[in-house]
């Protein structure tokens, strides 16, 4: 068998011809597919204006309402019980001392700017009760007071021996009942 040319060319076909196969017009129609594309385009801006007036629409409602009934919730009536999160808008701090402090979002750090105020005021022994006699003492006080007096020490059980502080368990052979010591 004799090849003539290489073996990845491709042969001469254009003499072979199907009479029944050839391009018809029916396989895509060009009309068709510009009307669909006008088509979406209109209904795409007729969505679009649509919208437009709905919202339009909502703005003129909103703005004609009535204001709420005598039973409505007032703005703090309407605050999610404490704990309430962080920089909420619309609430302020009860400190222990009673007073009450807005934080109506003056700035991000504004709740740890107070509750440092406050914890300042206990460690400098600032911090009244309510009839005006101080309740801490300034930490250097408290620091010189311990040193000078010494800690309370909690006495002795035991011999001191390591046994004393090993824990019980129960062995795997007594189902529960029987317990051994353990060193930790």
Do not use: C
């Not at 209109?42 to 004609?64: C, E, H, K, N, P």
């Not at 039973?71 to 619309?90: F, H, T, V, Y």
Request: glycine share 8%; charged share 25%.
């Amino acid at each position: 068998m004799k090849q003539d040319g290489h073996q990845t060319e491709t042969p001469d076909v254009s003499h072979i011809r199907n009479v029944e196969v050839t391009h018809e017009r029916s396989d895509v129609s060009v009309s068709g597919v510009l009307t669909f594309v006008v088509a979406l385009t209109v209904v795409t801006v007729a969505i679009y204006i649509g919208m437009w007036l709905l919202f339009d629409y909502f703005q003129s409602q909103q703005a004609r309402e009535k204001p709420p009934g005598p039973m409505a919730l007032q703005k703090g009536e309407r605050l999610p019980p404490e704990p309430r999160l962080q920089s909420a808008p619309g609430f302020g701090v009860t400190l222990q001392s009673g007073q009450t402090v807005n934080l109506e979002l003056k700035k991000p750090a504004a709740e740890f700017d107070e509750l440092n105020k406050q914890w300042t005021e206990e460690l400098d022994g600032t911090l009244k009760d309510q009839s005006g006699k101080p309740v801490s003492m300034p930490i250097n006080e408290a620091i010189k007071k311990i040193a000078a007096e010494g800690l309370p020490v909690r006495p002795s059980s035991g011999t001191g021996k390591l046994h004393d502080f090993a824990v019980s368990f129960p062995t795997a052979a007594s189902s529960g009942r029987v317990s051994e010591k353990r060193l930790q």
